[in-house]
């Protein structure tokens, strides 16, 4: 999710009260929401799942159980440091470590939570397993949640009382539920009428506004096939089914592209739906990958990766 999102999520949580647990809770709240996003900035670092963009700091290790504490030390030592400079603090809250340290855990585990929700996934056992999980609940940026969640926040702020948050949260979390219900119905789908499909991988994808509905994507036996859900037309079935077109990637050509450089193995263990686009010129072949998740049939300028390998075609010298 966005980091806006993010942000009103424990701005709302700090408002039902958890503010007023300790000095710095609504800091902790909102930026314990938003911290396991750091790993943008990590990148370049040789250890994998933390240069893994929704890896290990979005992981129940990394991200829930090991990042809470030392966020929750760091904002005890600017309190620390406040203090020293004769700071004053007009809250009149004193500094309760625990509670500094129990606020940040529960803004931290809604993070993951919430990118479970969009098909981006998260590795949530990193570094444990690499596998991706995703509920497909929710669009990247819901203008529903930020509504409800804002809504919220104003009225408990107004009113000086948690309750309006209280409820703001209990309907968001009602809204995901029930999205995560129609995309449940939507997997199912292709399987019962693409016609009758029996995809290894699928994904259901919320639009922003009309929300209940849902762009089905779907891989069988090396081809991406689209697919359009509406609940509101059938609880079963696809209201429309786009075209099918091979992914490509057990070309040799392809094949050999793909180990070529770490920024395209990078790429293809965070892909989720790979296709690859290949342009030959004489004996190179340029392999562009992408992920069907967000390039559509064909390969964007988005989301991908390029690499030029030797061809194997006929008339080149033989590749070793």
């Given at each position: 999710m966005d980091n806006l999102t993010h942000s009103l999520v424990g701005w709302a949580l700090a408002e039902t009260g958890l503010k007023r647990r300790t000095r710095k809770g609504l800091a902790a709240c909102i930026l314990a929401a938003n911290m396991p996003d750091i790993d943008v900035f990590c990148g370049w670092a040789p250890w994998e799942p933390l240069a893994t963009h929704r890896g290990f700091t979005h992981g129940l290790v990394g991200g829930v159980l090991l990042m809470p504490p030392l966020l929750a030390a760091l904002l005890w030592l600017?309190?620390?440091?406040?203090?020293?400079?004769?700071?004053?603090?007009?809250s009149g809250l004193p500094m309760r470590f625990g509670w500094l340290v129990a606020?940040?855990?529960?803004?931290?585990?809604?993070h993951p939570m919430l990118d479970l929700q969009n098909t981006y996934a998260v590795q949530l056992l990193s570094v444990l397993s690499a596998k991706w999980f995703h509920t497909d609940g929710l669009f990247i940026v819901s203008p529903w949640l930020l509504v409800m969640l804002g809504l919220g926040i104003w009225q408990a702020r107004r009113r000086k009382s948690g309750k309006p948050a209280v409820l703001a949260l209990a309907v968001a979390?009602?809204?995901?539920?029930?999205?995560?219900?129609?995309?449940?119905?939507?997997?199912?789908?292709?399987?019962?009428?693409?016609?009758?499909?029996?995809?290894?991988r699928v994904f259901a994808s919320p639009e922003p506004l009309a929300f209940w509905r849902r762009d089905v994507i779907w891989r069988q036996h090396g081809t991406i096939t689209y697919g359009h859900f509406d609940p509101l037309r059938s609880l079963t079935l696809l209201d429309a089914l786009g075209a099918s077109v091979p992914d490509r990637m057990a070309e040799p050509d392809v094949q050999r592209a793909a180990t070529a450089s770490r920024q395209v193995r990078k790429f293809l263990a965070w892909s989720q739906l790979p296709v690859a686009r290949v342009e030959r010129r004489g004996c190179i072949a340029k392999v562009t990958f992408g992920d069907?998740?967000?390039?559509?049939?064909?390969?964007?300028?988005?989301?991908?990766?390029?690499?030029?390998v030797p061809s194997a075609v006929a008339g080149c010298p033989p590749v070793r």
């Open positions: 600017l309190d620390r440091w406040q203090q020293r400079r004769g700071s004053t603090f007009k606020i940040s855990y529960l803004g931290a585990l809604t979390m009602v809204f995901i539920v029930a999205n995560i219900g129609i995309s449940a119905l939507a997997w199912q789908a292709p399987s019962r009428g693409a016609p009758y499909a029996s995809p290894d069907a998740r967000y390039s559509g049939p064909m390969v964007s300028r988005n989301f991908n990766v390029s690499v030029s």
